[in-house]
C-alpha cells in the first residue's frame, strides 16, 4: 500500500481520474442549477415584489447620525453641545454634473471657490448614495437665496441638523480641540459605516482622543424615493415595511477643568503669550489648561473659510499652537527645588551647609565666569535661602557635583524629558539631557560647563508647562505621582448612568528619608514669603504656598554683558515662570505658569497663580465667563432627524 | 489514436483552413467558440454595466486582447517544459511573494502589488497557476492514488503560498489558491476516507474558529445570515442586487434600461456586481444563457483533462477547469444571495485584466497540455 512499493499503474490512474472528472462535472452542473432556481425564485416567484421596490419608487437607506456627546466642565456647565443648523448637502447619485453644480454653488458664494477641488474629491471618494455635506451653516440670506433657485441644483438640498457648539468660545480650546468636516484622510482610517450620517468628526484635543466615546452608534432610516430621488410617502398599492433603527448617542464627559479657573488663567494672560496649567496633586485631574492665545472652534464646526484659516495659521503669536501640551521651553529657575531634592537624595549637599554666593562662579581649571542673576551675589546661602533668593551659583556648584547623569536620572522621575501620559495627543516630551542623549543626538562628548547651566534650568533642558505642573504635582504628593488627566467620568448616553474613571498612579518615588522632602518644599514656601522671589504676589495669602519663580533665557549674552529689559526687542526678553502648589502643608493644587517674553517669573507670572489658589482654595470667584448664545440658527423642530 | 500526419504538424485535408490554423496554434476549437462567446456576451453588457463609458469599454478591450495573446504564446509551449518548468514558476512566484510580504511592512496597510515600474502586478495571480501545476508535478511520477507523505507533501506546496496571501491580507485570492491545489489532490484521487476526514475536520473547526473570530468578522458572517442586519455596509450590496435580480424578471428591463444599474443603486455595477446587472437587463434567459456558457466552458475543459497525454496534464487542466468553475459559482452565489459576499470576479465578464489574463493564461496552458500530440501513440 505504501510509497516505493507500489508502482504506477497507468489504466488504474485514468479510470480513477476519469471517475472523479465526471463526479466533479456534476457536482458544477448541480450547483449551477442551484443558482439558477435561485434566480428563478428571484426573478419569476418574487418578481413583482421586487419590481415594485425598484420600478419608479424605491427603498432609499438614510443613515441617522447620532448626536455627539456633551462635554462638561467639573461644575457641571456644558462646555460643548449640540445646536442645530442649517446645512447644504449634496446626495452625490443625483448629481448630474458634480464639478460644474459646485461651480455653480461658489458663482453664488454658497460655498468657497477654494473648497470645490477638496469638496470633489471627497465626493469622488465616498459613497454615491450618502450625501456629502458642502456647507455646515446657512445664514438666513443664503437659505433665501438658494430656495429660489433649488430647481436649477438637482441632488442639492438644505437639510437641518446639528452641529457642534462651543458656548465658551475660544475658552479651553486648547484642552478641547475642536470638530470639523470629516476629511478624505478621516475617511481612511474611521468605518464608513458608523460615519454614514455624521458630517463631523473629532479633529484635536480631547474631542479627537474621546472621539470613540462621544461619536455614538448610527441609526438608520427607511425612505422611499422616487426616480427623480425625491422622497415619497406611498409606494403604489404595495404595502412595505419600512424600518428604523434610532442611533445611540455618543457619551458625554466630564473634565476636572473649572471654566471659572480656566476664564482666570486666560484673563491673566490675555494679551500676551503663554500657558497656565493646574493639576490635583492627589488625583492627576487637570484643573486648569490654558494656553493663550486662543482662537474660536466654533468657526471650525461651521466650516472655517480659506481666508479665516490663514489668517490663524500665519498669526505671529501662532494661536493655533498649543503651549502648555506642546511649547517646549527652557524651565529656568523652576528645576530648582527638584535639583536641590537630587543632591539631597544622591547624600552630595548638606542642605544647613553655608556656601558664599559673591555672585561668579567657575569651573576648577577654566576661566570662564557663570554669573549669577544678581551680579553683587547673596552673600552666604543654605539650601532653604538658595531657593528662597533663587541663588545661581549655589545650583551651579550642586549641578557640577551631581553631574549631569545623576541630575538626568533624578529629574526623569519627576517627569522631565518623558511624555505625562495625559489624555490629549500630540503631546511633546522636551528634553532631559544627559551624557548618553548627547552622545546619540550629537555624536558628542559632554562638556562639564553643560551641567553647570542645567542646574539653573538653561541649557539643553526643555520641558512644557504641563511636564511643570505635573512636576510640582509630585513634590507636592511627596513623591506619588499621578498622571495627568482631563477626563475624570463618562456618562453613558443610553443608562445616563456615570462611570468614574479611576485616576492612574505611575510608581511612586522613594527617598531615602521622607524628611528630603520637607526640606526642599520649606525652601519653596520661602520663595512666597518676605525675602522670597515671588513675596510681592503672596503678601497677607491666608494658607500656606510652595513655590518657585524662574525666568528662562531666551537671548543668550556674552561674558560680562548685562542684560536690559528696554534694550531688547520684545520677543527676545526672558520667559517668566513660576512653578506653585498650596496649601504647603496639605496640598490641593499645583500649578505652573508661563508667560513667554514676560521677563521676571515672580513679577509677570506669580501673580495669575494667585489669583487661580484664592479662587480654587478660598471660593473667590470674580467674574465667571458667561456662555455665548449660539448663532440664531434652525429651530429645533425642524430637525431632520429622529428623536 | 494520431495519425504521423499530426506530429509534423501537416494539416488534415478535411479540415477547414480556419480549423486547420486553429490546430496549427494548438488551440481546441469548441473551448475557443464557447470562450469566444462569454467574452462578446461580457463587452456586450460592460458597456451597459459601466453607465455607457467607452473609455473604460476600450481598456477592457486593451487588457482582453492582451489576455488573448497570453493565452495563444502559452499554447505554444511544449507540454514537457510547462512540467519541468513549474518549480521553477512556483519557486519565483513563492520568492515575489516573500517579496511582496518584506516590501509591504516597510509601506502600511495590504500589499499584494510589486511595482516593476513599468508595470505592477500581483505575484499571488501567478500562484493561482503555479500552485496547481507544482502539485501536479510532484504527482507525476509518483504512485497514485497518493500516500500520506505525498498528501502532507502537497499540503504544504498548498499552504505556504496560501498563508503568505492571507497575511496580505486577501483571503479570497487565497482561498482560490488553496481551492486550486486542493482539486488537484481530489483528481488525483484522495480515497473517499480522507476527503470526509478533511470534511469533518473543517466541520468541527467551525465552532473553534467562530470563538476566535474578532467581533467585525462575526458581524460579517450574521451580515450574510441576514443582510437587513447591515444594510448600509456589505448588505447593501446584497439587498441592492437581489432587487436588481429580481426586478429584471424573465426578460429584464431592457438593456441599458435596468435603473437600478444605471442610477447606481446597485454598487460596484461593473466589477463584482456585474452579473445583477445581466439579470436586471436582460433577465433570467440572460443570465441562464451565461451559465449555459460557464457550464459548456467547464464541461469541455473537463473532457480535454481527461484527453490529456499524462498525469502532469490531466491533473493541471482538471485543475484549472474546476477552478473556473469555482469562479464563476462563487460569483453568481454571491450576487444571488445563497453565499456570501466575498470579492471574486465573474470570469471574463467583470471589468478588470488581473483576473482575465490570469483565467485565460489557464486556458492556454489548459489547451497547450493537449494540443500538442504525444509522440508515442497508444
Known amino acids: ?643 | 489514436m494520431e495519425s504521423a500526419q499530426e506530429i509534423s504538424g501537416a494539416p488534415r485535408k478535411r479540415l477547414s483552413a480556419n480549423a486547420s490554423l486553429v490546430r496549427r496554434l494548438h488551440l481546441d476549437g469548441p473551448l475557443l467558440a464557447l470562450l469566444g462567446a462569454v467574452i462578446v456576451f461580457g463587452l456586450f453588457i460592460l458597456y451597459s454595466a459601466t453607465g455607457e463609458n467607452l473609455g473604460q469599454w476600450l481598456s477592457q478591450v486593451a487588457r482582453l486582447a492582451l489576455a488573448v495573446i497570453a493565452m495563444v504564446g502559452l499554447a505554444q509551449l511544449p507540454p514537457g517544459w510547462l512540467r519541468r518548468a513549474s518549480p521553477v514558476i512556483y519557486g519565483i512566484g513563492l520568492v515575489l511573494l516573500v517579496l511582496v510580504a518584506i516590501h509591504g511592512s516597510a509601506t502600511n496597510g495590504a500589499q499584494r502589488w510589486l511595482d516593476l515600474k513599468v508595470f505592477r502586478f500581483q505575484p499571488s495571480e501567478i500562484m493561482k497557476l503555479a500552485v496547481p501545476m507544482m502539485c501536479a508535478w510532484y504527482l507525476h511520477n509518483r504512485p497514485l492514488p497518493p500516500s500520506l507523505r505525498d498528501i502532507g507533501a502537497i499540503l504544504a506546496i498548498i499552504l505556504v503560498p496560501a498563508a503568505l496571501i492571507a497575511k496580505q491580507p486577501d483571503l479570497g485570492t487565497a482561498l482560490l489558491v488553496g481551492s486550486a491545489g486542493i482539486l488537484v489532490l481530489f483528481l488525483a484521487g484522495l480515497s473517499n476516507f480522507i476527503i470526509g476526514l478533511g470534511i469533518a475536520a473543517l466541520a468541527s473547526i467551525v465552532p473553534v474558529a467562530w470563538h476566535f473570530m474578532h467581533d467585525y468578522q462575526k458581524q460579517r458572517v450574521l451580515m450574510f445570515l441576514d443582510p437587513a442586519q447591515d444594510p448600509l455596509g456589505a448588505g447593501y450590496h446584497s439587498i441592492q442586487s437581489q432587487i436588481a435580480i429580481g426586478s429584471g424578471g424573465l426578460f429584464g428591463k431592457g438593456w441599458m434600461h435596468g435603473s437600478q444599474a444605471q442610477l447606481e443603486f446597485l454598487p460596484e455595477r461593473s466589477t463584482d456586481f456585474i452579473f445583477a446587472v445581466i439579470g436586471e437587463e436582460i433577465g433570467l434567459i440572460g443570465q441562464t444563457l451565461l451559465i449555459g456558457l460557464y457550464l459548456g466552458v467547464i464541461a469541455r475543459s473537463l473532457f480535454l483533462s481527461g484527453a490529456a497525454q499524462d498525469t502532469y496534464g490531466r491533473l493541471v487542466c482538471g485543475s484549472f477547469a474546476l477552478t473556473f468553475f469555482v469562479y464563476a459559482f462563487v460569483n453568481t452565489g454571491m450576487v444571488s444571495g445563497i453565499l456570501p459576499v466575498v470579492g471574486v470576479p465573474l470570469p471574463l465578464v467583470s471589468y478588470g485584466g488581473t483576473a482575465m489574463v490570469t483565467l485565460l493564461a489557464s486556458f492556454g496552458i489548459l489547451m497547450s497540455l493537449n494540443g500538442h500530440r504525444r509522440l508515442v501513440g497508444s
Open chain 1, 1 to 643: 500500500m505504501f510509497g516505493s512499493a507500489r508502482i504506477k499503474d497507468h489504466h488504474g490512474e485514468q479510470r480513477l481520474f476519469a471517475g472523479r472528472i465526471v463526479f466533479a462535472g456534476v457536482a458544477a452542473a448541480i450547483l449551477l442549477l442551484l443558482v439558477i432556481s435561485r434566480l428563478f425564485f428571484l426573478q419569476v416567484i418574487k418578481h413583482s415584489y421586487f419590481a415594485d421596490l425598484s420600478q419608479g419608487n424605491r427603498v432609499r437607506l438614510e443613515p441617522l447620525p447620532p448626536d455627539r456627546g456633551l462635554i462638561y466642565d467639573s461644575q457641571g456647565t456644558v462646555i460643548a453641545e449640540n445646536t442645530p443648523a442649517y446645512q447644504l448637502e449634496l446626495v452625490p447619485e443625483q448629481v448630474p454634473d458634480v464639478v460644474d453644480t459646485l461651480s455653480r454653488l461658489a458663482d453664488l458664494h454658497l460655498i468657497d471657490r477654494e473648497s470645490v477641488p477638496g469638496l470633489t474629491r471627497l465626493i469622488k471618494t465616498g459613497r454615491r448614495f450618502q450625501a456629502v455635506p458642502l456647507r455646515l451653516s446657512l445664514s438666513e440670506n443664503d437659505i433665501a437665496m438658494f430656495s429660489v433657485r433649488q430647481h436649477d441644483f438637482p441632488g442639492v438640498e438644505i437639510r437641518t441638523r446639528l452641529a457642534r457648539w462651543y458656548p465658551f468660545g475660544g475658552q479651553g480650546v486648547h484642552a478641547l480641540g475642536y470638530v470639523a468636516t470629516i476629511s478624505e484622510d478621516d475617511l481612511k482610517r474611521i468605518d464608513r459605516d458608523q460615519y454614514s450620517g455624521s458630517a463631523l468628526i473629532g479633529k484635536i484635543g480631547l474631542e479627537s482622543t474621546y472621539e470613540q466615546e462621544l461619536h455614538g452608534l448610527s441609526g438608520y432610516r427607511q425612505v422611499l424615493v422616487n426616480a427623480q430621488g425625491r422622497r415619497v410617502d406611498k409606494l403604489g398599492g404595495t404595502p412595505v415595511h419600512l424600518e428604523t433603527r434610532k442611533p445611540t448617542a455618543g457619551n458625554d464627559i466630564f473634565l476636572g477643568i473649572d471654566m471659572r479657573l480656566q476664564h482666570i488663567a486666560e484673563e491673566g494672560l490675555a494679551g500676551k503669550r503663554g500657558a497656565v496649567v493646574a493639576i490635583d496633586p492627589n488625583t492627576g485631574n487637570v484643573l486648569t489648561f490654558a494656553s493663550v492665545p486662543t482662537f474660536d472652534p466654533n468657526k471650525f464646526t461651521r466650516g472655517i473659510s480659506n481666508a479665516d484659516y490663514a489668517a490663524l495659521r500665519d498669526d505671529v503669536d501662532r494661536p493655533l499652537f498649543n503651549r502648555a501640551l506642546r511649547g517646549t521651553y527652557p524651565p529656568g529657575s523652576t528645576v530648582k527645588p527638584m535639583m536641590a531634592l537630587a543632591g539631597l537624595e544622591y547624600g552630595v549637599v548638606d542642605p544647613n551647609a553655608v556656601r558664599n554666593c559673591t555672585g561668579g562662579f567657575t569651573l576648577p581649571g577654566s576661566s570662564h565666569v557663570y554669573h549669577d542673576w544678581k551680579r553683587s551675589g547673596h552673600g552666604p546661602v543654605d539650601m532653604k535661602r538658595a531657593i528662597a533668593t533663587s541663588c545661581d551659583i549655589y545650583f551651579y556648584g550642586l549641578a557640577e557635583v551631581l553631574g549631569i547623569d545623576r541630575v538626568h536620572d533624578a529629574m526623569s522621575g519627576l517627569g522631565f524629558g518623558r511624555l505625562s501620559g495625559i489624555d490629549v495627543g500630540g503631546e511633546k516630551p522636551g528634553i532631559m539631557p544627559s551624557t548618553a542623549w548627547k552622545m546619540a543626538t550629537y555624536k558628542q562628548q559632554w562638556y562639564p560647563g553643560e551641567t553647570v547651566i542645567v542646574g539653573i534650568g538653561q541649557g539643553y533642558l526643555t520641558a512644557t508647562p504641563l511636564q511643570l505642573a505635573h512636576a510640582a504635582a509630585i513634590l507636592a504628593a511627596r513623591g506619588r505621582n499621578w498622571r495627568p488627566r482631563l477626563v475624570t467620568s463618562v456618562r453613558d448616553a443610553t443608562t445616563q448612568e456615570i462611570r468614574k474613571l479611576p485616576p492612574i498612579e505611575e510608581p511612586v518615588i522613594q527617598l531615602r528619608d521622607t524628611s528630603l522632602w520637607d526640606t526642599v518644599i520649606e525652601g519653596m514656601e520661602m520663595v512666597a514669603r518676605p525675602g522670597g522671589t515671588a513675596s510681592s504676589s503672596f503678601a497677607g495669602v491666608p494658607y500656606r504656598v510652595a513655590a518657585k519663580t524662574g525666568t528662562a533665557q531666551v537671548f543668550s549674552l556674552g561674558q560680562n554683558q548685562k542684560y536690559n529689559a528696554a534694550s531688547l526687542a520684545e520677543r527676545l526678553r526672558d520667559h517668566a515662570l513660576f512653578i506653585a502648589f498650596a496649601p504647603a502643608d496639605n496640598p490641593k493644587i499645583a500649578i505652573a505658569v508661563l508667560v513667554e517674553n514676560g521677563g521676571h517669573g515672580g513679577l509677570a507670572a506669580a501673580p495669575i497663580a494667585r489669583r487661580i489658589f484664592d479662587a480654587y482654595l478660598l471660593g473667590k470667584f470674580e467674574n465667571a465667563p458667561k456662555p455665548l448664545a449660539p448663532p440664531a440658527d434652525a429651530p429645533i423642530e425642524d430637525l431632520d432627524e429622529v428623536h
